[in-house]
């Protein structure tokens, strides 16, 4: 079944229209500073299943519910001395946290994937800020693109994979951070980096004055877990310095290519153009071959969604 997908902007209007669309059971995807998502209300399992159904998402991988403020967290969440740590430093921002859930934490099943634990983010994209305000309420919201593709940083790569089959995206241009969040666990007996994303472990580590653990085993305990995630259509050859046969290549730094994420060599600058160059060559139905990023700082993050879209499917 399609429908009429509206295009809402960054005004009262659209953010009213966006707000009543969600309390209605809607899907409406709005613009945060990492990826655009693809909200749901959070405690509506009906409308949480039409997001799975929508991006044809496995029902074993949890969903992200964001929040507008970080109080509003321990309404569903056990709270703990490191989560405020990291929340007073970070949040508003481009970090989930994943904690056990309350006994009476009130979202759907759903959203965890029937796990004892929930991913919530506090994002600090003012669209989104302003949207979940006038929802009054936790809004899930996994990436805005057909389950293993390529993450939208614009609205129209919202459209070009999922129109006909949401309410609604609210555009606000493109995203700044271009990479997902940063997924750290605090479930267990030390913090773990589950997903690297648009926050450096480095300054996560500096604020808890500690080292992040590594994630172990196989289960998925939190989005972006795939082996085989972020990926275009073409295949992805990665460590290039230079085209074969038929390849674009996407270059960073002193590789040129097709397309380059970085001329200069800047992580941040390359981190808000991957999923934007990755669409744009995935376009031209062409092999794509992707020249080395130094694996630090956002770098590591980037070298994540690589590897996944590059993985064997």
Known sequence: ????????HFDRPGIDRAADLLSSGRLVAFPTETVYGLGADARNGQAVAAVYAAKGRPSFNPLIAHLADPAQARDHVVWSDQAEVLASAFWPGPLTLVLPLRPDHGLSTLVTAGLDTV?????AHPAARALLEATGGPVAAPSANPSGRISPTTAAHVLAGLSGRIAAVLDDGPCS???ES???GLAGPAPTLLRAGGLP?????AALDAPLQSVSGADVVAPGQLASHYAPRARVRLNATEARGDEVLL???GVAGTLNLSASGDLVEAASRLFDHLHQLD?????IAVAPVPDRGLGRAINDRLRRAAAPR
């Not at 472990?201 to 580590?205: D, G, K, P, Y």
């Not at 376009?283 to 092999?287: D, K, L, Q, T």
């Open 119 to 123: 991913a919530l983010r506090v994002p």
């Open 251 to 253: 270059g960073f730094a």
């Open 177 to 179: 951070v271009g990479l």
């Open 283 to 287: 376009g031209m139905a062409r092999p």
């Open 1 to 8: 079944m399609t429908e009429e997908t509206e295009i809402l």
């Open 201 to 205: 472990q480095e300054a996560l580590e």
């Open 182 to 184: 940063t997924i750290v």
